[in-house]
Nanobody, 122 residues
Framework: EVQLVESGGGLVQAGGSLRLSCAAS????????IGWFRQAPGKEREEVSC????????YYADSVKGRFTISSDNAKNSVYLQMNSLKPEDTAVYFC???????????????WGQGTQVTVSS
């Protein structure tokens, strides 16, 4: 059973940093593609980053490029999102989810974690 659990959110001031973790289980991690998404009240869910674990290629939304870094640790079956230079507009619930086979394809239903709240104060 595919399961992903997010952690690491919190309250920080603008310009601060947080490191989010996504612990994965129930699938072959080395061949997976895992994305980080966020959703703020009144806004559509947005994918901010994704990593293809097979080749470690990555994707970043323009809104976070240069500030966020996605990485994976095969030994821990975990994906991380290092968030630096945080802005108030980064405030959202952050989720991780597994793509079908690559970052370009749709999310596998039921793979969403519970999410972790990130709040950035001005």
């Amino acid at each position: 059973e595919v399961q992903l659990v997010e952690s690491g959110g919190g309250l920080v001031q603008a310009g601060g940093s947080l490191r989010l973790s996504c612990a994965a289980s129930g699938f072959t991690f080395d061949e997976s593609a895992i994305g980080w998404f966020r959703q703020a009240p009144g806004k559509e869910r947005e994918e901010v980053s994704c990593i293809n674990n097979r080749d470690r290629s990555t994707y970043y939304a323009d809104s976070v490029k240069g500030r966020f870094t996605i990485s994976s640790d095969n030994a821990k079956n975990s994906v991380y999102l290092q968030m630096n230079s945080l802005k108030p507009e980064d405030t959202a619930v952050y989720f991780c989810a597994r793509h079908l086979s690559s970052c370009q394809l749709k999310i596998i239903m039921g793979s969403w974690g519970q999410g972790t709240q990130v709040t950035v104060s001005s």
